[in-house]
């Protein structure tokens, strides 16, 4: 079905743009759509990101209603996710191609931090429960956020420990 998909051969393209689309894009095959009305999905909004070097995502915005898709909306709708992405993952940048190489950028503050957090603590809690001061806590956090790509110490904590760093 992808083969076919004509949203998705929009997204494949070689220079992707935000578009919009809707039942008019799926005209000639009706039975792609059906199956994403079925799910509440009527139309959206797609916007290509590159996160960088080669690598591209495409982030959709889908709606169980129509939405129009005129430029004015589009950029508003793309400003959106823009500012969503960045408030959930920061720029999002491969810092490091290997477990061991981020393992060493990682200091022993920095990793006990990161694991507390992805645990569950509140970042208002740690300078208590690690026994630092609030804005040695903050630095830290901020730090080894950066070092994971993000500005997001919550995404940074689980992005290492999606890498297996905190053990």
């Known amino acids: 079905m992808a083969d076919i998909d004509p949203v998705i051969a929009m997204i494949r393209a070689k220079k992707p ?45 889908d709606s169980p209603y129509e939405i129009d898709g005129t430029p004015a909306q589009i950029a508003d709708k793309v400003a959106a996710l823009g500012k969503f992405a960045h408030g959930l993952a920061g720029a999002m940048i491969a810092r490091y191609d290997h477990r061991s190489k981020l393992e060493v950028a990682l200091n022993e503050d920095e990793k006990e931090m990161l694991k507390r957090l992805f645990g569950g603590c509140p970042p208002h809690d740690l300078p208590f429960k690690l026994r630092r001061g609030h804005d040695f806590v903050r630095i830290t956090l901020t730090n080894a956020a950066r070092k994971l790509g993000t500005n997001n110490p919550d995404t940074a904590a689980a992005l290492a420990w999606h890498l297996g760093v905190l053990t």
């Open 17 to 61: 743009r935000p578009f919009h689309w809707n039942g008019l894009t799926y005209k000639g095959f009706d039975h792609i759509y059906e199956v994403g009305r079925a799910y509440g999905i009527r139309s959206g909004i797609i916007a290509p990101i590159r996160p960088g070097g080669r690598r591209r995502l495409s982030i959709s915005l």
